[in-house]
């Protein structure tokens, strides 16, 4: 059999290039053919993930050992490279610093005419499908094959890869028996995974005994000796390596560590943070060229008997194509500490839907795609999928080396929206309604939802209006052609009485601060104070029950909406002017209690590239998330009694004490998704908290036109978990509850509204 599906020709289609209408149909199109293999993969890799991380005996701790590794050898890389270009042709090999693809193409190509190869065995590398050498090598005769199962079956169906550790993830077991048989016509088509698995195995092995050139990636490099790692599934690697006499490593400069002995926590973290294995079924450490002899395959008896290593050849080409460039590159530097684990591809309600042919560039996939493929590729191929980033940062944790990958996306599309901004139109136009610190010409929509402080004030003074007229068919029409906002979603209502307003009109404080246990801001972020003013005013009322002294000063928006447009420069502002309305207070020793679990994420995540370091330390120390706050004070000795227990009232939970509750995925990340079920637990409730990470409303993220059936996807399988509840449905964040609105038909409550006294 010849290998003769071109590799890198086509396959899947990216959205690039496609407009609004084009993006949703492409995206449609997934989810029907490849969104039901992605989600059961991703999913079951993550629950692989829970279980072998939680048997460690300390995670944190190995990540933060990765991470610092990492950090350190980036910082050397010009060393490293010096160091393993000494080591590996002391040991009989040669390397080559390719500049780009082309150059590092070029070089393959010659090693491959040089020793005349007619075929190449290839393990799976990411790296080189970067450089796309398999049609380098095709243009000039060989017959390049894979020999990665998922490769190979992607190879045979002309497709690209969907995932970074599983390239056929979005493929069906029956897909690739249908594949099989046509391909191949076998008397007896395999169909089962075994059956399946040893038919590639059997096609393959004689693939291989013909080869003349292996090439393999590398997870790691040590500098100071040549060795370096091979982590597969299969064993293919080694296999890939020993059956040729000439062995290509393609790999990015950024696989180089210092020593062996700077593998080990890798070793431990790639498996379970990628498959949820504890180890990888096959991790190889060769030290090329190696020096077991060259099989025979036409000797079936002793294969090896005539055979010596001492004609093998070894070719390091180290990759550059733009990493070093990223390493200077203060926003993208952090991609180069990426060890390719999947992780936060597969932690990501986006990517579980739709996989890496909508979430992905020319060769990388998932969250922190858009990092290699800025630096790589350039801003327009990082544009085609960054925004299905939505900065929900259920990635964050998962990554074994601690990359801000939410970050990584946001500073990107900053760097896009100015790209594509024309500095020399004014927007005069909506200069009051978007008095943002961007240059002029940003898409209309992305200016809206970034200025939605602003927005939210004009809604609320002139909120009869306004609010009939979002509800208005043909002003929806136009919103939805014109910004992309879904008519299908419904828009905040705004208040008439803003929480600052309210908390004025009846007279302040209502706890005096000489009575006072503790003294307390609470912050009115945008939805509280115009939008849900009630979880604002039950906020105020537990507090008060609790002995608290509040005040809800009249303070900006947080910027979280401009950080999700990428507006990086008005969410700067905006940090800064929210820390000079808060500074006072916590210089006064008061607490800030934060309704709006997106707001706390930000203060204590984003707030630190913001702000100088004391300023962003004191005020993360100072916030706290309403229910974390709360548990506190019962903690310190605060009386449940003044709260509202389950069987008392006539409110939302008056029916009985039984709670479905759903945590806000940014709560999760900075941790304090959990005191809600702690309060509602010591006040007797009984809880059931959602297994899903992500509603998928994201902020604007489900407003949009084009990714609404995305988002409501990603909701499914929360509406599964609570659709059918007779449980009392309760969410903290204002994006959630719209989502679980739509899910569900019917508004969640605020977990402050379950336990704050009545009115
Ligand atoms: S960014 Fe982190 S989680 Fe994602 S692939 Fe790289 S190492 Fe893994």
Known sequence: MSSDAEPGSGGAEATSGLDREGKADRIRELLATEGDAVAANTRGFNEGRYESTGRLDDYEALKEEARSIKEDAIERLPDLIDEVRETVEANGGTVYLADDAADANRYIREVAAERGA???????SMTSEEIEVNDALAADGVDVVETDLGEWVLQLADEEPSHIVAPAIHKSREGIAELFAERFDPDDPPETAEELTMFARERLGELVE???????????????????????????????????????????????????????????LIGRSGTGQDVTSYISTLTPPVDSPVPDFDDDGEPLADG?????????????????AM?????????????????????????????????????????????????????????????????????????????DIPWINTAVRDRINRGEADPSQLDWAF???????????????????????????????????????ADAGPVRAVAERVAGIDRRRDLPEFANESLVEWFEARGGPAVPAAEATREAVVYPDTATNYVDVERGKATVRALEALGVHVRVPALPGSGRPPLSQGMVATAEAAA????????????????????????????????ERFLPPDSHERLADASYDVMEYVFGLLESGGDPAALRAPAGGTGPVASGKRIAYHPHCQARTIGVGEYATAVFERLGYDVRVS????????????????????????????????????????APGTSCTEQLDALL?????????????RE
């Open 431 to 469: 200069e009051e309604l978007v008095p943002d610190e961007e240059p002029g010409g940003l898409d209309l929509a992305t200016r809206l939802v970034g200025n939605y402080a602003t927005l939210a004030k004009w809604g609320h003074r002139t909120a009869p209006i306004a609010n009939r007229l």
């Open 118 to 124: 007619e075929r190449a065995v290839k393990s799976k």
């Open 210 to 268: 013909d080869a003349d050139l292996g090439m393999t990636g590398a997870n790691f490099v040590a500098a100071d000796s040549g060795t370096m790692l091979l982590v597969t599934s299969e064993g293919n690697a080694r296999k890939t390596v020993t059956a040729t006499d000439t062995h290509v490593a393609v790999a990015g400069v950024e696989k180089l560590v210092p020593t062996v002995e700077e593998f080990s926590p890798f070793v431990e």
């Open 327 to 403: 390493r200077d590159d203060e926003e993208l530097k952090e991609t180069l500490y990426c060890i390719r684990c999947s992780a936060c591809s597969n932690a990501c309600g986006n990517f579980q839907s739709v996989g890496g042919h909508a979430f992905g560039g020319e060769t990388y996939s998932g969250g922190i795609a858009t990092g290699w493929e800025a630096g790589i590729e350039g801003l327009d191929v990082a544009s085609e999928f960054n925004d299905l980033c939505t900065g929900c940062s259920r990635c964050v944790p998962a990554c074994p080396v601690g990359i």
């Open 576 to 607: 800064e002017d929210v820390y000079a309305g808060l500074a006072p207070h916590v210089d006064a020793g008061r607490d800030v209690v934060v309704v709006e679990p997106s707001d706390l994420a930000t203060f204590r995540r984003e707030y």
């Open 691 to 730: 297994e899903t990470e992500c509603c998928g409303m994201a902020g604007s993220f489900g407003y949009k036109s084009e990714y609404y059936e995305l988002s409501m996807d990603v909701g499914e399988p929360l509406r599964e978990q609570f659709g059918d509840t007779d449980r009392v449905v309760v």
């Open 308 to 324: 010596t290593g001492d004609d093998r050849e070894f070719h390091l080409v180290l990759i550059d194509n733009g990493r070093m």
């Open 745 to 757: 038909g019917a508004a969640p409550t605020h977990p402050i509204e379950v336990v704050a006294p």
